[in-house]
Nanobody
Framework: QVEVVESGGGWVQPGGSLKLSCVQS????????IGWFRQATGKAREAVQC????????THLNSVKGRFTISRDNAKNTVFLQMNDLKPEDTAIYYC???????????????????????WGQGIEVAVSS
């Protein structure tokens, strides 16, 4: 049974930073791609960034380029989302999701399509306001 759990959210003033963690239990973490998604109130869920099992990363949102960084620590079964220079429009529930690589090629890619992910966390709130 694979589970992922987010932590590290909270309230921060504009310009501040937060570091989200996504810890996976179950499965062989090295073979999983992890995606971060977010959903603001009244808006559709959107993909933020993802990282493949071989650490290829993708940024799906232009608005976070240069501000957010995704990384992983396989020894700790954890993926991080470092968020700097946070803006009020970053306020949302942030979700991490996991999917196992089913082919060799899949070890090197990750998806921004939520339907490609099999295991989802409960989400964690990030609020940016003054």
């Amino acid at each position: 049974q694979v589970e992922v759990v987010e932590s590290g959210g909270g309230w921060v003033q504009p310009g501040g930073s937060l570091k989200l963690s996504c810890v996976q239990s179950g499965g062989t973490f090295n073979y999983y791609s992890i995606g971060w998604f977010r959903q603001a109130t009244g808006k559709a869920r959107e993909a933020v960034q993802c990282i493949s099992s071989h650490e290829t990363t993708r940024t799906h949102l232009n608005s976070v380029k240069g501000r957010f960084t995704i990384s992983r620590d396989n020894a700790k079964n954890t993926v991080f989302l470092q968020m700097n220079d946070l803006k009020p429009e970053d306020t949302a529930i942030y979700y991490c999701a996991a999917v196992v690589a089913k082919t060799i090629d899949a070890l090197y890619v990750c998806s921004g399509d939520a339907s490609d992910y099999d295991h989802w966390g409960q989400g964690i709130e990030v609020a940016v306001s003054s």
